[in-house]
């Protein structure tokens, strides 16, 4: 098991009372001129003289998505004091691979919503999303080239040998329930932290960081998209709409295996157990499972313990934050991670 | 209309009585050495922790393709005089391109065969091909990166994006059996003869060739991919069975459009073009339309008109092959040109 999948000691490195829900909004501010930029990128490049290209990528990227990954990438870059111009086409390919992802994703999921709307496979159909996800993953591999340094090639290409191998792994484990919540972990670390922490990396390597602040800036970035990825988990199921992300309850009806469930099938008697293998495992659900779902969970409080782990994996990624200089984009990416944790609350 | 694809006049430049169906070992045999470590490669790089990613890739990849694209790899490097090991991994990384393609084109096809076999979306689901093909892709790129040449990345990172256009300009007239030659040359440019064109010139850039011989290696990759295309369109109607590549009639089955099809739409009287928007647009099909299909085809003459078209954009490719030096490889190469078009008669 990994060393970093050992969750560390729960830590009140900042109390609850610090954070605040502006503090996307002031990272988002601190780069914006470069993020307005790295837009009018991923718009030129997304283009084709094949008509059908544009429209499924504008669609998925025009969608409100809220960027994050490539304004990590960004403020990374200006963490380290970056002044150039290489970080604008690096977070744009972070962009470009996560939208690719995503198109793969919903044909994979077969999912019919994506951020509150149809999604691409929905309206253009499987094949485009499959290849459209091929151009705009081909495309990322463009603006990396045109950056020149191999380095950033070698950690963005291997995030995406991670991903797809999570997203395999998750396809081998998504009927099976009693996956272990490490199990889960390792999906969540591949799938979703290792883009992260490639985005973070990447912006440190374009500033020509040092090898010690590079790998702080990994370490954020992977614990960072964890505690991420679980506090969605714990949202689709908290009982209120929220601002950021999904609707919810899509986890719930696509059947999605995520801890909060793992942790109360775990704790679950034979009765409950039963009622998680049909509505996940076989998604056979009825108009109140939802709300039975809701029930269990708080009776088992797993939704209070996959935050709980959040948080913690949010410490890891602090700590790593210390070793970078401080300024103004550290001092924002510290208070984002307590905001993406606590818009759960 | 680009240039290339204004069909040069038909030259003798070699008569069909010099060609020999052993051409393709012949070339197989010059690099044999290097593509057995090749092979060593392919494998190696294939493996995942995750044991679905290499049943997939191993499933398509041991099922005995040609390997033509990365022995097109192999041999160009050695013409240039190259004795480095830096086109081995070039050629796996070739490889593996062309794989992932292979699996997300099958599902985008639909397709239940794939080299006389289960295709691997039959086997293992959509799901598997499309996320196995994106590991693969990775991968290509971590082998380049390993090279470390950033050339090499940019041939075959523009090669992918222009492959990924191709298939959604194919999957936007693929039902359109009215599309002109010359849109269906267009994509057959970029879908097939684009990592045929990118597998040749990166041969030669890992051999540090000279910009004219790098562009004359490209010029002979594209114009001996579309020959390449072009044959075996004709050869899914060609009423024998024959050693290399797929089964008769598997076009016509999926419904495909290929240039001898299309031919016949243009020349054929209404009762002929409703034939085939039938059996093609609308894929509905009766026992002996595979044998009337044919019967149209020598009708109209269209598969001898295919194959002329073939031999032509084949004289292209040889008169590139003449601006590099001559040895062993090009004469290889050279012959194998004939071979890939004359398995046709």
Redesign the interface.
Known sequence: MDAMLVLPARSDLKPAAQTDADAFARLSGLVSKDMAEVNELIISRMN??????PAVASHLIKSGGKRLRPVITLAAARLCGYEGTNHLKLAAAVEFIHTA?LL?DD??DASVLRRGQDSANVVWG???S???G??L???S??LM?EI?D?KT??IL??A??I???G???Q??TNTDIEASGNTYLEIVKAKTAALFAAASRSGGVVAKCSRNQELALETFGENFGIAFQLTDDALDYNGQQFELGKTLGDDFREGKITLPVILAYEKGNNEERAFWRRVIEDVEQNENDFAQAISLLKKHDTLEETLCRAREFGDTARIALRKLPKNAYRDALDDVIDFCIERAY
Chains 1, 2 share one sequence.
């Open positions: 084709s003289s094949v008509p059908m290209i992802t793969h044909v994979v499987n094949q485009a499959v290849l459209v091929d151009f993953f081909s495309r591999f463009n080239v020149g191999i090639l070698d290409s291997t995406s040998s991903i797809a191998e997203e395999v792994m396809l081998t």
